[in-house]
């Protein structure tokens, strides 16, 4: 077992993800000399102020909290290096660092990444893997640089990607692990028990920002694809569809067994029906039982099992359709 330094730390991070790694770095015995987060913002129809999680967290420390706009300040600048941080440990600050602030620390800035880099740097790394389907994440410890999520890898701790877990639950799972990685990777760093691996940069993926826009459902993508979209913006910022030019919020949904030729789906082994034909489009609902049966545009169907209609709460797909009227044959559009 490695002897633990007590390291001066300054911590920076912003949302919920961040906050298990500081509450690790306080229960291993650290001296957190300076929390960093972002300003506080307006939030909902109230536009009332609310702290970052990290903020929070770290009050209820009694730790000094900094919220700059800026780090490009000399003013910042001169507070930080008055801090004397021997390391600075950064997860998902949401702002770039300087390279006057990279050099700083004898021990670096040390970021915990939710991604088994060089796969998925960026921003939304949580997203893109289950957007594309993938089966297996991490979170890497990596010595920052100049670059974004280009820096040498400290260690990378895997972790499975379950079968249909949403972005909102492998967060959870991921901000825990980040938590119960960073201490002994940060006692074996410090004591030179590890050498920093650098990237292959030409393995690298890159994840762009997460949008609204993403998040309207084109039927006529494979029925797979559409699922991982669905899990992949749980909770924001949602997928959704029209049906009668009103938007209707589509909260999970599985690919279903279906033997199209005989006009079957196995819905947890039951044998049901849909109405299905040659000339069937995708968005057509073809089935009402136990949800609402979607064709999609590789032939399979999508059960959806909860929804919400336009300012209205979240139901079961069944609670939908037995409110609505819902038929078979009726076709999911846009709003036009």
Known sequence: MSNQKQLR??????PDFSVPTLEALIKAGHSIVGVYCQPDKQKGRGKQVQMPPVK???????LPVYQPVTLRDEQVQAELEALKPDVIVVIAYGKILPPWLIRLPQYGCINVHASILPNYRGAAPIHYAILNGDTKTGVTIMHMDDGLDTGDIIDIVEADILPGETTGQLFERMAVLGGETIVPVLTRWVNGEIVATPQDDTMATHTAKIT?????????????EIVNLIRGLNPAPGCYTYLDGKRLKIWSGEVVPSDTTHCLIDIRGKHVPIAISA???PGTIVS?????????????IILLTEVQPENKKRIS???FINGHQIKEGIVFGDSN
């Open 212 to 224: 609204k826009e993403m998040g309207q459902i084109i039927w006529s993508k494979p029925a797979q």
């Open 279 to 281: 000339t069937t489009v």
């Open 56 to 62: 929070v967290a770290a009050l209820e420390h009694n």
């Open 288 to 300: 009402k039982i136990d949800g609402l049966g979607v064709f999609c545009g590789d032939g399979n």
């Open 9 to 14: 730390v300054v911590f920076m991070g912003t």
């Open 317 to 319: 797909a069944t609670d």
